[in-house]
C-alpha cells in the first residue's frame, strides 16, 4: 500500500460525510413555537435537534458529520430564538 493508497484511505471519511451533507443541501423546515412562551420556544428548539438526529443519526460517528451536526443544532438554536424575538419587537 503507497502513500496514496493510505492518503485515500484517511480522506475516505470525510469524502463520505461531505456526501452527506450534501443530501440535505436544500432541505428546510419550519418550527412552530409560541414567541411569548418560553417552553414553547425550547421545545422547537428539542424538535428541530432531533429532525437533524433523524437526519444524521446514522452518520454522527463520521468526523464530518458529528461536526457539522453540532453547528447546525447552534444556527437552528440561535435561528429560533432571533425569530421569537423578532415577533415579539413587532
Known sequence: M??????KKMLAPY?????IL???QGEQREFQFDP????????AIAEGY??????LGTH??????GAAAAS?????????RQRAEQ????
Open 22 to 24: 450534501q443530501s440535505m
Open 15 to 19: 469524502q463520505q460525510g461531505l456526501e
Open 36 to 43: 411569548y412562551e418560553d417552553a414553547s420556544i425550547e421545545a
Open 2 to 7: 503507497g502513500f496514496s493508497d493510505d492518503l
Open 72 to 80: 447546525f443544532k447552534e444556527q437552528l438554536a440561535q435561528n429560533i
Open 87 to 90: 415577533l415579539r419587537a413587532r
Open 60 to 65: 454522527m460517528n463520521n468526523p464530518v458529520v
Open 50 to 55: 432531533c429532525w437533524i438526529d433523524d437526519r
